[in-house]
């Protein structure tokens, strides 16, 4: 089951670096409609088979459901199945770090953020500046060490933009009608979306509320302070401030704006 969700994420991941593709308004839509239906039948087939081999007390009871199905099919080979896994993580975090580097060196290359995170390796053409800013990231969010806390919240910030980015659309549907639109979806798609988003950020506030749910919407918010101090106003002493420090980096990690590079 964990290899079929990491596969139904790395293909989420696609639409987000839509750019890097060399045929976008054809590959995309192919993409979606062969991936979404086939990660679905494997979802589906691979819990067939776990009810099929187990009960479902065997199923409550087992710390991992893809261990125990291997212990009790493969036997001989069960040790296949952690390793399987093991190949899935590490091709979902493949494409999360692809992701992830992608969508920091566009924002600050849009003026979102500061611009050293939009700069590129002056010799491999990466956006080192964005990558070691999400994985800076990371260890900040890995030191609570609290894995199932952190899946949790991730998952409620994920769909709150997830929503906006849908309610974006249908908004922009009405209020920009003669825009350019190469990939057009019919508009009960990001209707349904963004309700299915509504209730998964409200579903857990309502059935468990926690203190935790609001600390995640006010460091989610708080992002706003450092925007409108640093990119959106413009202050002087800001600029004097970044000035150096990007000068040092720019240096320090040889890297240029890509619009040198390319």
Not at 142 to 158: C, G, K, Q, V
Not at 217 to 236: R, T
Request: hydrophobic share 50%.
């Amino acid at each position: 089951m964990y290899i079929v969700l990491t596969s139904g994420l790395t293909r989420n991941q696609l639409n987000f670096v839509t750019e890097e593709l060399k045929h976008p308004y054809r590959d995309l839509p192919l993409s979606i409609i062969i991936g979404i239906p086939l990660v679905t039948v494997c979802y589906i087939l691979v819990n067939v088979a776990y009810f099929t081999v187990m009960t479902p007390t065997e199923l409550l009871q087992s710390s991992a459901v893809a261990v125990t199905f291997g212990d009790r099919v493969l036997t001989p080979a069960s040790w296949l199945v952690p390793l399987f896994v093991v190949f899935s993580t590490f091709g979902a975090a493949n494409g999360s770090c692809f992701t992830a580097g992608r969508l920091t060196f566009v924002t600050a290359r849009e003026g979102h953020m500061v611009k050293i995170l939009s700069y590129i390796n002056i010799r491999r053409l990466t956006p080192s500046p964005a990558l070691l800013f999400n994985g800076f990231l990371a260890i900040i969010y890995i030191i609570p060490a609290d894995i199932n806390t952190l899946i949790n919240y991730f998952s409620f910030a994920s769909w709150i933009f997830y929503g906006l980015t849908t309610l974006s659309l249908i908004v922009m549907r009405f209020t920009r009608k003669d825009l350019n639109r190469p990939v057009k979806v019919p508009i009960v798609f990001p209707i349904v979306v963004t309700l299915v988003s509504i209730y998964l950020v409200l579903a857990p506030i309502i059935g468990a509320p926690e203190l935790a749910y609001l600390y995640c919407s006010l460091f989610i918010v708080g992002g706003l302070i450092f925007y409108f101090l640093f990119i959106y106003f413009h202050f002087s002493w800001t600029r004097k401030v970044m000035r150096p420090i990007t000068k040092h980096l720019q240096l320090f990690l040889e890297v240029a704006p890509a619009e040198t590079e390319m």
